[in-house]
C-alpha cells in the first residue's frame, strides 16, 4: 500500500480524455515537493512523462498534461489513443521516508 | 541517447546474495545520481535506493536499508546493488535509472529494461 494512491484503474474510449489522480499527504505532495508521472508497458523501461507537477518531458505530446494542488495531482491525458494503454505512475519525495517514493499504479484501457 | 543496461539477475535461494549492474553510456555519468527501483510480480513500481554523483550519500527504502548496497565505479560507468539475505519477497524486476534532479526534487529521466531477481530454493 503506497503513502501516494492512485486509482487501479481508468478507462476511456479513443478520442475521448481521462484524469488519472495522485493522492499524498503534508509529508511528500502538500510539503510542496514535485510530483513527476511515469508511462509503463509491460516488458519495457518505464518513461519519464511529467516532472516538476506539470513539465512535459522532451518528446512528450501535449496531449499530456499534470496539474497539483494541495496534497494532490493529477495527470490528464486527451484524445486518447490505444496506444496509450499502460500503466501510469505517479512519484514524488516523502520527508518521514527520506526517499522518493511511487504511487500505486493505474492502468488505462483504452475501450 | 542515453543507455542504461541492467545485468546479473538471475535465480538466486532465499538467504543467499547476488549483485546486479547497470552499465551506462552516452552521458556524464559522473554528474548524475543513480537509482534502482523494482517491480515485483503483479505490483507497481518500488523505490529502493539512489546513490548521489559523488558516491558518498546514499539513500534506501527500509525494507533494503541494512541488506541492499548500492555503489558506483566512475571508471566504468557503472552502478550496482548488491543484495545479500535475500528473501521470496525481494522477486522482482529490477530497474536502474538516472536520477534528473537530486535529493528530494529526484526525477527518473532515463530507465533500463530491467533484470529479472527470483529468489526461490
Known amino acids: 500500500q503506497s503513502i501516494l494512491t492512485q486509482p487501479p484503474s481508468v478507462s476511456g474510449a479513443p478520442g475521448q480524455g481521462v484524469t488519472i489522480s495522485c493522492t499524498g499527504s503534508?509529508?511528500?505532495?502538500?510539503?510542496?515537493?514535485?510530483v513527476h508521472w511515469y508511462q509503463h508497458l509491460p516488458g519495457t523501461a518505464p518513461k519519464l512523462l511529467i516532472l516538476?507537477?506539470?513539465n512535459r518531458a522532451s518528446g512528450v505530446p501535449d496531449r499530456f498534461s499534470g496539474s497539483k494542488s494541495g496534497t494532490s495531482a493529477s495527470l490528464a491525458i486527451t484524445g486518447l489513443q490505444a496506444e496509450d494503454e499502460a500503466d501510469y505512475y505517479c512519484?514524488?519525495?516523502?520527508?518521514?521516508?527520506?526517499?522518493?517514493?511511487f504511487g500505486g499504479g493505474t492502468r488505462l484501457i483504452v475501450l | 541517447q542515453v543507455q542504461l543496461v541492467e545485468s546479473g539477475g538471475g535465480v538466486v535461494q532465499p538467504g543467499r546474495s547476488l549483485r546486479l549492474s547497470c552499465a551506462t553510456s552516452?552521458?556524464?555519468?559522473?554528474?548524475?545520481?543513480m537509482h534502482w527501483v523494482r517491480q515485483a510480480p503483479g505490483k507497481g513500481l518500488e523505490w529502493l535506493a539512489l546513490?548521489?554523483?559523488?558516491?558518498?550519500?546514499?539513500?534506501?527504502i527500509d525494507s533494503v536499508r541494512g541488506r541492499f548496497t548500492i555503489s558506483r565505479d566512475s571508471s566504468s560507468n557503472t552502478v550496482y546493488l548488491e543484495m545479500s539475505s535475500l528473501r521470496a519477497e525481494d522477486t522482482a524486476v529490477y530497474f536502474c535509472?538516472?536520477?534528473f534532479g537530486s535529493g528530494t526534487s529526484s526525477v527518473l529521466d532515463h530507465w533500463g529494461q530491467g533484470t529479472l531477481v527470483t529468489v526461490s530454493s
Open positions: 512519484q514524488s519525495y516523502d520527508t518521514s521516508l527520506t526517499g522518493s517514493v
Open positions: 503534508s509529508s511528500n505532495i502538500g510539503a510542496g515537493f514535485g
Open positions: 516538476g507537477d506539470t
Open positions: 552516452r552521458f556524464s555519468f559522473s554528474s548524475y545520481g
Open positions: 546513490i548521489w554523483s559523488d558516491g558518498i550519500n546514499k539513500y534506501y
Open positions: 535509472a538516472r536520477d
